[in-house]
């Protein structure tokens, strides 16, 4: 009789992997004015994109936080700068900001072009992304941990939400000829009780993300929802309660709104 096979030993478990924030900002913002990029515009006396990129690493979740810097090499330079100095640590892989790493790259000419480019800076363990906007700078780190935590628990792409307070009307698709101003037809009211207005930051798995952006090619201006690449894959997309401070700062109105939140915020600390 043989001697009996010693039972095999399980596998060492599989360390988990990591969660990064891909922040663009290489865009100009014009409808806030001429000036400086919107992102750089400050809140506080802060630049936008300091504020966002404190509010990604903050977070439990996040380990690394990618900003995505205007493609000339003064502005890589003057926004890694930033960064470093306002988060404490070098503007590189190697910098620390308060609980995350921190690395600068040059952008593309679109968003979804600058993303794209995030992604491709990212570490190999890292299999979680949030995408989120420099122009959000208010987001909660509770709202930026449940996006994470929804993409850990299996969902492919996760969207913060919020329900709409207004009325929406569809309308006629604009004719070359059509001024700005002009009266414009509707076509259609749409069910606001199955409508929400999403917010970022939007969560995904690595190769989702990696995959909607190598397979789905924009025109213009390019995506300017990662959510919606995914949908077109055909794969689910999931919402999870946003925040009404998440509000994206696009127009002066926004900004004079940003900083009352966040004197409202100062003063309670």
């Given amino acids: 009789m043989s001697d009996p096979q010693p039972d095999p030993q399980p596998d060492p478990p599989t360390a988990p992997g990591r969660t990064a924030a891909v922040i663009p900002a290489a865009g100009r913002g014009v409808r806030l004015g001429p000036g400086a990029p919107k992102a750089l515009r400050t809140l506080g006396g802060v ?9 990604m690493a903050r977070a439990r979740a996040v380990s690394l936080v990618v900003v995505v810097a205007p493609p000339e090499e003064e502005a890589v330079a003057e926004v890694r700068a930033l960064c470093a100095q306002a988060l404490g640590g070098a503007g590189t892989a190697g910098g620390t900001a308060p609980g995350a790493e921190l690395l600068v790259v040059p952008g593309g000419g679109t968003r979804q072009e600058s ?7 990212l570490p190999a363990d890292v299999d979680v992304v949030l995408v989120h906007d420099a122009a959000r700078p208010l987001v909660p780190v509770a709202t930026v ?46 069910e606001r009780a199955l409508l929400r207005a999403v917010q970022t930051p939007q969560g995904f798995d690595r190769a989702v993300l990696a995959a909607a952006h190598e397979k789905i090619a924009l ?8 959510a919606g690449m995914v949908e077109r894959l055909g794969l689910p997309v999931v919402l999870v309660p946003g925040h009404e401070e998440a509000f994206k700062v696009t127009r002066p109105l926004d900004l004079v709104l940003a900083e ?3 004197a409202r915020r100062e003063g309670q600390l």
């Fill in 47 to 55: 630049p936008m994109l300091v504020h966002a990129v404190r509010a």
């Fill in 115 to 121: 993303v794209a480019r995030g992604l491709a800076a």
């Fill in 145 to 190: 941990d449940a996006v994470a935590a929804a993409v850990r628990a299996g969902a492919p792409a996760v969207v913060p939400a919020l329900p709409l307070a207004d009325t929406v009307k569809q309308i006629a698709p604009r004719t070359g000829a059509q001024e700005d101003g002009a009266p414009e037809p509707v076509v259609a009211t749409p």
């Fill in 219 to 226: 025109a213009g201006e390019g995506a300017t929802d990662d």
């Fill in 260 to 262: 009352a939140v966040l």
